[in-house]
């Protein structure tokens, strides 16, 4: 099949095919922008994007939850459903453990990032994390570190690494920051329970939280 070409299209053609890249555009306009607006770098960016392909490609089917028949979609007689109108309002929801996939990678910084905070240049943080004393994963060979393991001002928990090497075989960075970033009812102080990372904030025992990681299973 030829292509068509441009004297065989119609003004309304040319509109919506204009009108279709603008509306492919806008998510990634939004991405940018939102990246500016809570004072990330382009590397967040990158990571996203890189992120959701290797999402879009592994987990085509299940990538999203089941979508519910909405309410206003009654029956016609001949069995189908009229959703005219309805479909607009649904927005597809990802399943849980893909949006703790992304969140963990929107929950870490860029190597720019780490050495703004630490205040020290690139060479350090490299050489930090070489030496343990920063936990880090890769997207597309890139190194993120997650921002669990930070504290204020420019500091760091203890020994990130060997709570990353205590935890189950087989966990994935957003396993570990579920488990980093989420209350766990057996760290208890002060009447309210504490993220592990809250708890290492405090500066209560991390050998704790090797004992806490150790057993569990993703």
């Not at 990678?105 to 050495?115: F, L, M, N, R």
Request: charge should be neutral; glycine fraction near 4%; include cysteine.
């Amino acid at each position: 099949m030829q292509p068509e070409s441009n004297e065989s299209l119609s003004a309304s053609d040319v509109l919506s095919r204009a009108e279709a890249v603008d509306h492919l555009i806008e998510p990634f306009n939004l991405l940018v922008e939102a990246a500016v607006a809570t004072h990330r770098d382009w590397k967040l960016v990158a990571a996203l994007l890189e992120v959701t392909v290797e999402l879009l490609s592994k987990h085509p089917v299940d990538l999203f939850q089941p979508t519910e028949q909405p309410q206003d979609a009654l029956p016609r007689r001949d069995g189908s459903r009229d959703s005219e109108g309805a479909s607009a309002s649904q927005k597809q929801r990802l399943n849980q453990p893909y949006r703790d996939r992304i969140e963990a990678v929107i929950d870490s910084w860029s190597d720019d990032e780490t050495a703004w905070h630490l205040r020290v240049g690139l060479r350090q943080i490299r050489r930090r994390a070489q030496r343990g004393e920063l936990y880090y994963f890769e997207i597309a060979r890139k190194r993120r570190f997650p921002i669990w393991q930070f504290n204020d001002p420019c500091g760091v928990l203890p020994r990130p690494s060997d709570i990353a090497r205590s935890a189950p075989r087989g966990w994935r960075p957003e396993h570990l920051y579920r488990f980093m970033t989420a209350p766990h009812p057996d760290l208890e102080f002060d009447d309210r329970l504490l993220s592990p990372s809250q708890w290492l904030r405090l500066g209560l025992p991390s050998e704790r939280i090797t004992f806490l990681i150790g057993p569990r299973r993703p």
